[in-house]
């Protein structure tokens, strides 16, 4: 799984690095295999006025080609990554379990299995 974390108008520090790469690796290291690629996008939208402006956006790509986009915002980019982090856990795991389940046929009632 390779993670690349992308900030257009923030400085990405140690800390803030630290935390992204702590979270996707708690949330999706179990899933590692199923994932190619995973990039972390961290904006300020608001610039210095303040409020509800950081935005963080996961997105994950699974070695099959699927694709799973997640956006959060907050008051800090911590919280936003660790919100878009667990959505996108949890989107990814339905995504993989969906995969996984084999698929049923599903009759008529006004069929008849008869030749």
């Known amino acids: 799984m390779k993670l690349d974390i992308r900030s257009p108008n923030l400085m990405v520090t140690d800390k803030l690095r630290e935390h992204t790469t702590r979270s996707l690796h708690f949330s999706l290291g179990r899933l590692a295999p199923q994932i190619e690629r995973v990039v972390v996008t961290v904006a300020d939208i608001n610039g210095p006025r303040g409020g509800l402006d950081k935005r963080c956006g996961v997105r994950v790509v699974g070695r099959d080609g699927w694709l799973v986009t997640v956006k959060h915002t907050e008051r800090s980019c911590e919280a936003a990554v660790s919100h878009a982090v667990s959505r996108a856990a949890r ?16 009759l008529s009632p006004n069929l008849s299995l008869r030749g």
């Open 91 to 106: 989107t990814v795991a339905r995504r993989i379990d969906r995969k996984r389940r084999p698929t049923r046929a599903v």
